[in-house]
Nanobody
Framework: VQVVESGGGSVQSGGSLRLSCVAS?????????MGWFRQAPGKEREGVAT???????TYADSVKGRFTISQDNAKNTLYLQMNDLKPEDTATYYC??????????????????????WGKGTLVTVSS
């Protein structure tokens, strides 16, 4: 499986970018899980948005209402539409693909630890 992100760049505060992630060879099974994560300089990687095989979507509180995750399974492509960008959104954005983990409660985990494959990242820089 090869995961490749694209679409990063430099924008001013309030601007928009659309990130794309192509996961070649990845199988969209009944328990797939994909997501966008980011890492700013000097900080740990954090989850931005995830989507699973039930189309359950989660967003980090910091991006709710501004970012939208979507997918085109026919193209094996995951997207992240980012609007109203802020300087604190500056980071390298990574795409991950894996399998969601079932909890005994019946719910599922689809976070960084569920990802089996990672891209090399695409840099997003937002200036004020």
């Amino acid at each position: 499986v090869q995961v490749v992100e694209s679409g990063g760049g430099s924008v001013q505060s309030g601007g928009s970018l659309r990130l794309s992630c192509v996961a070649s060879g990845y199988t969209y099974s009944s328990s797939y899980c994909m997501g966008w994560f980011r890492q700013a300089p000097g900080k740990e990687r954090e989850g931005v948005a995830t989507i699973d095989s039930d189309s359950t979507i989660t967003y980090a509180d910091s991006v709710k209402g501004r970012f939208t995750i979507s997918q085109d399974n026919a193209k094996n492509t995951l997207y992240l539409q980012m609007n109203d960008l802020k300087p604190e959104d500056t980071a390298t954005y990574y795409c991950g693909a894996g399998r969601r983990v079932a909890y005994t409660s019946g719910s599922y985990y689809c976070g960084s630890y569920a990802m089996d494959y990672w891209g090399k990242g695409t840099l997003v820089t937002v200036s004020s």
